[in-house]
């Protein structure tokens, strides 16, 4: 698949925190689209994505202007109150064009000088690690959390083939971890693993926030239920992980591992000061 590139100049840059994501007063995404194309992303069935021609993940269009808005909304922001950030909600900040375009770097550059009270980073890309020098700046008042739905390479290749090799990200969150910075895996969402799937976890996160597609897609699983995940289950031989109880069974190995602290399941695990 061939990836179709466009600089855009957008109007503004911080949206206001709503539905899932209310806790916090804006979301921020510094791209529109993902490369990564993952088959199960919600994005998928929102209007972002159906009222395009190109099939998700062909196109990422990257907002030229987003720093210098940035700059001036986050100023504006700042004099109304508290400013909590969640990066990013409908993109990753850090897919593949974040190497030539610098762009997430130069919005944490911008928010160093006018920091926000919270900022949630969410990726899945080891791309990360190239900001631990601007996150380490942020004090407490960063967490950055990747995406490792799973610990088996093979259902990551079935169901999100464009997106980073597991084990590298939990290399990139471990390198987090020992730099200082609140790490979190976001086993989000929840895929086919392994019993070993806590222990590893452990060594790597000082937290983890695990959520579904029944819990987490907007719309009690009906968006992924449209997108046809289940054949993915079926070709995998794993159908009875497509299921809204099978999370629990998961949290219980996690809680065993980590003990009752620093285990979230769904919203709580993405809000600001959990």
């Known amino acids: 698949m061939k990836l179709q590139l466009k600089d855009i100049v957008s109007k503004s840059i911080l949206t206001p925190g709503k539905g899932a994501l209310d806790d916090y007063t804006h979301s921020l995404n510094p791209y529109a689209g993902c490369s990564f194309a993952c088959e199960y992303c919600y994005v998928r069935q929102l209007p972002l994505s159906l009222y ?46 974040e190497v030539k375009t610098n762009l997430t770097r130069s919005l944490l550059e911008v928010m160093l000088d006018e ?75 929840l895929l086919p693993c392994s019993r070993e799937f806590p222990k590893k976890l452990k060594n ?20 992924t239920e449209n997108l046809g995940i289940y054949e993915i289950y079926k070709k995998t031989g794993m159908e009875k992980w497509y299921n809204p109880t099978a999370y629990k069974v998961v949290l219980r190995m996690l809680q065993q ?18």
């Open 52 to 97: 395009r021609e190109e099939e998700w993940g062909s196109w990422v269009d990257v907002k030229t202007n987003a720093a210098e808005l940035l700059k001036k909304e986050l100023a504006k922001a700042r004099k109304k109150g508290i400013v909590t950030i969640f990066m990013s909600s409908s993109t990753d900040p850090y897919q593949p064009i």
């Open 115 to 189: 920091s926000p009270d919270f900022l949630h980073v969410q990726t899945r890309s080891p791309l990360v690690k190239r900001d631990i020098d601007l996150f380490k700046e942020f004090g407490d008042k960063i967490r950055v959390s990747m995406t490792i739905e799973t610990d088996k390479e093979d259902i990551r290749k079935a169901f999100s083939p464009s997106a980073p090799p597991i084990q590298a990200r939990m290399e990139a969150l471990k390198a987090i971890r020992e730099a200082g910075i609140t790490a979190q895996a976001a086993v989000s969402p």
């Open 204 to 223: 790597i996160a000082d937290r983890v926030a695990i959520d579904d597609y029944w819990m987490g897609d907007g719309s009690r699983g009906k968006r």
């Open 257 to 274: 591992e980590f003990g009752h602290e620093g285990i979230y399941v769904s919203k709580p695990g993405f809000g600001p000061g959990n």
